[in-house]
């Protein structure tokens, strides 16, 4: 479970998961160790500002995987 209702991950409602939306079936799109409703911390189904990218397992580009960045896993990458 990712937090993120299936009709804002399935944006056009077709039934497929098209370029932009998240996987409703898994909970870790991009598979970083954060479920996706953690990256997009207002559950729009948009990648913002402040928030980790949940199509990309690095999001800050510095080889480091956005679930291990975020050690408490509250979506938002941790000081250190």
């Not at 399935?10 to 909970?27: H, L, Q």
């Amino acid at each position: 479970y990712d937090l993120i209702n299936d009709g804002k991950e399935d944006a056009n409602k077709n039934g497929i998961r098209d370029i932009g939306e998240t996987n409703p079936i898994d909970a870790d799109t991009d598979d970083d160790g954060l479920v996706d409703g953690k990256e997009d911390l207002n559950l729009n189904g948009v990648f913002d500002e402040n928030e980790t990218d949940p199509f990309n397992k690095d999001t800050d580009g510095d080889g480091l995987l956005d679930g291990v960045e975020d050690a408490n896993l509250n979506g938002m990458v941790d000081d250190g």
